[in-house]
């Protein structure tokens, strides 16, 4: 029978504390059985869990009504998300407001301007795109400067939207009519996982909310985009992992590369 040296079992045993067995990933869990998260725990043999750590709710009639928006007197809608599409038709419908057919959508990207179907008759309809970026957008929006113009926004919108507005000099308002908050976790108590995945300084407000003494120890942390990161800093958290890399645009290409670090330093 075959026995571990002692320097082989020490090194065995360093390897079992530095490998990622777990994950939780803050996000819903992807539709369908193609994911390359799937690919990812099949490939390393590692558990892969899904769960929102923040939810998005709209604002009530009341809420609505306290930010002095009359929605008739808008003649463009800059609608970011398919969230801000969501919320805008919802209070609409709310308020009775009947939206005339010659109010003009503008669309941070196709994607959006396409989901847009769900509530008119697109090809009836003035709708405008992007390509992906706010900064796309604008140089739509240029060609319809005396639009006045509204933006459906979340609690959070980043500033980098209603900045490159004001620099481009389009003038518009303001509205929130959903806000992103913490999902209840209490749950997940006494569950571990050797790495946490967040996406947005929602999901790290989110941690803290529902497990106000979180310690960290030896979970790994993740994050993608800037923002994200400097929250994890912020809260006095170790980063760990920051995606995009060069090398790795996707969070499942960045924990890949983080798994094969450990795994050949191991």
């Known amino acids: 029978m075959y026995l571990l040296s002692f ?17 939780l990933v803050s996000q819903p869990k992807p539709e369908g059985d193609k994911s390359p998260y799937y690919d990812l725990a099949d490939k390393y043999k590692i558990k892969i869990d899904f769960r929102p750590f923040i939810k998005v709710v709209g604002v009530d009639l ?49 994607a959006v301007a396409l989901y847009l179907q769900k509530f008119v008759a697109y090809r009836k309809r003035k709708i405008f795109f992007g390509k992906q970026t706010i900064e796309q957008l604008t140089d739509v929006m240029k060609k319809h400067k005396d639009e006045k113009f509204l933006l459906p926004c979340t609690d959070i919108l980043r500033d980098n939207i209603p900045l490159t507005l004001e620099e481009q000099k389009i003038e518009f308002q303001k509205v929130i009519l959903y806000k992103t908050v913490a999902s209840d976790l209490s749950d997940l108590e006494d569950v571990k996982y050797d790495m946490l995945v967040f996406f ?48 790795a645009p996707s969070m499942v290409g960045a924990i890949e590369l983080y798994i094969k670090d450990r795994l050949k330093n191991g």
Not at 7 to 23: D, N, P, T, V, W
């Open 7 to 23: 320097s082989g079992l020490k090194q065995r045993l360093k390897f079992l504390e530095l490998a990622i067995k777990s994950i």
């Open 62 to 110: 009341k809420e609505f009504r306290s930010q002095k928006v009359n929605l008739p007197d808008f003649t463009g809608i800059i609608l970011t998300s398919k969230v801000a599409a969501d919320h805008f038709f919802r209070i609409a419908e709310e308020i009775r407001y009947e939206i005339p057919d010659d109010l003009k959508y503008f669309c941070i990207s196709e």
């Open 200 to 247: 947005s300084p929602g999901g790290i407000e989110s941690l803290f909310k529902n497990f106000p003494g979180f310690k960290q120890e030896k979970t790994a942390i993740a994050a993608f985009g800037s923002t994200t990161a400097q929250a994890v800093v912020k809260n006095n958290l170790r980063l760990d992992l920051h995606a995009p890399q060069p090398n």
